[in-house]
């Protein structure tokens, strides 16, 4: 097996443990929080987020560096962004990824601070949910449109 089917491998299994998981926030918890209440919530997602930072680091470290491992079979095209259709979506990628990146450096900011109140955490993991959404359809479509 080559090197770069290695990364894609380890790319592949750590997106969907990432999206996943924004997925399972957005869709499946934030809508639990109907059906139990406040005090249950808040332990529920104390516990989610000693959990999460615990595992993510590592699945970030992974996800981020196989990432940048297989971008370098195509710098050539990333040096150029506006010469292909493969160039430019993955560009977009790339950028959509370190803006996922930033909204996680946004919310640790934030939580020092003690001013990421529950509004602002909702919107941070919708905004995270539409990043997701775009980073796997471009993943997929770069290959395959010509624009
Ligand atoms: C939130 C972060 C990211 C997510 C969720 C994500 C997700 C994905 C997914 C689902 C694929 C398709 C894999 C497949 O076809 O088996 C992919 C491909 C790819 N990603 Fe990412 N990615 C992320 C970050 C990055 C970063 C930071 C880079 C580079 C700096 C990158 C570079 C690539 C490349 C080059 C491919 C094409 C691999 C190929 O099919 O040959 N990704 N990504």
């Not at 209440?37 to 332990?43: D, E, G, I, K, Q």
């Not at 959990?51 to 297989?70: D, E, K, N």
């Not at 996680?104 to 602002?120: C, I, S």
């Amino acid at each position: 097996m080559s090197s770069y089917t290695l990364f894609l491998l380890l790319h592949l299994l750590m997106a969907f443990v990432f999206v996943g998981a924004v997925f399972f926030e957005v869709l499946i918890l934030e809508g639990a929080r109907r059906h139990v209440s406040p005090r249950v919530m808040t332990a529920i997602e104390i516990g989610i987020g000693r959990r999460a930072t615990r595992v993510m680091p590592w699945v970030i470290l992974t996800l981020y560096g196989s990432g940048i491992a297989m971008a370098w079979n195509y710098r050539a095209a990333l040096a150029h962004p506006l010469d292909s259709t493969f160039g430019l979506l993955l560009t977009i990628k790339i950028s959509l990824a370190l803006s996922v990146l930033g909204h996680f450096l946004t919310a640790m900011v934030l939580r020092h601070r003690g001013r990421l109140v529950a509004t602002v955490f909702h919107r941070i993991h919708v905004s995270l949910f539409f990043h997701m959404v775009g980073i796997v359809l471009l993943a997929k479509l770069m290959f395959h449109l010509s624009l």
